[in-house]
């Protein structure tokens, strides 16, 4: 059973920045691709980014493209979400999840099989 744990949300202003992390429990974690997505309030939820197992392919959501920086450390079990110049849009619970091994949609919620609780993003206006 794998576990996924965020922690680094909270509330920042405009313009401001944020780092999430997510610590991943096994063994395998370097083995697997690893995605961030969002859920604001009264919408679905959407990707933001991804990275492939080695950390050299990224992907981002247009919307978060040169804002946010996604990255991994595979001896410490980490993934990170780097946002900077945040926007009130921004503002949404964000989860880390796992992306099965095989697929190569990593845009898609249903090539992830593991997700964390998530932890809130508020950006005031």
């Known amino acids: 059973q794998v576990q996924l744990v965020e922690s680094g949300g909270g509330l920042v202003q405009a313009g401001g920045s944020l780092r999430l992390s997510c610590t991943a429990s096994?063994?395998?974690?370097?083995?697997?691709?690893m995605g961030w997505f969002r859920q604001a309030p009264g919408k679905e939820r959407e990707f933001v980014a991804s990275i492939s197992t080695s950390g050299t392919v990224v992907y981002y959501a247009d919307s978060v493209k040169g804002r946010f920086t996604i990255s991994r450390d595979n001896v410490k079990n980490l993934v990170y979400l780097q946002m900077n110049n945040l926007k009130f849009e921004d503002t949404a619970v964000y989860y880390c999840?796992?992306?099965?091994?095989?697929?190569?949609?990593?845009?898609?919620?249903?090539?992830?099989?593991?997700w964390g609780q998530g932890t809130q993003v508020t950006v005031s206006s």
């Open positions: 096994g063994r395998t974690f370097m083995m697997y691709a």
């Open positions: 999840a796992r992306r099965q091994a095989g697929t190569q949609l990593p845009r898609l919620l249903a090539s992830y099989d593991y």
